[in-house]
């Protein structure tokens, strides 16, 4: 009963910048790590970056400097900041939540989005 929405992929030039936002709904207690991963075409899913609850980040070493993860806990959504954007950045960008669906649990489920096209190129 929980549903990640994803938003904000576009196709931009090399050196640009782009936003994603990824907003939560459903049953929510709470919202554990979320994070950005991305999958281009025949290529392994991989990790962007990640975000605690507590605001603690980590990145790819691929994006740091360039690629700034956020989130907004009152709405239970996730961004990414992009800059510096460069063709080997093109790819679907996944949003990810663990999120805890009750007061009874001790455990969260891991939840995805559908997923948003990024595409850099001149």
């Known amino acids: 009963q929980v549903q990640l929405v994803e938003s904000g992929g576009d196709l931009v030039q090399p050196g640009g910048s782009l936003r994603l936002s990824c907003a939560a709904s459903?049953?929510?207690?709470?919202?554990?790590?979320m994070g950005w991963y991305r999958q281009a075409p025949g290529k392994q899913r991989e990790l962007v970056a990640v975000?605690?609850?507590?605001?603690?980040?980590k990145y790819a070493d691929s994006v740091k400097g360039r690629f700034t993860i956020s989130r907004d806990n009152a709405k239970n959504t996730v961004y990414l900041q992009m800059s510096g954007l460069k063709p080997e950045d093109t790819a679907v960008y996944y949003c990810?939540?663990?999120?805890?669906?009750?007061?009874?649990?001790?455990?969260?489920?891991?939840?995805w989005g559908q997923g948003t096209q990024v595409t850099v190129s001149s």
């Open positions: 975000i605690t609850s507590g605001g603690r980040t």
């Open positions: 459903g049953s929510i207690v709470r919202i554990n790590t």
């Open positions: 990810n939540a663990g999120v805890v669906i009750s007061t009874t649990l001790r455990y969260d489920d891991d939840y």
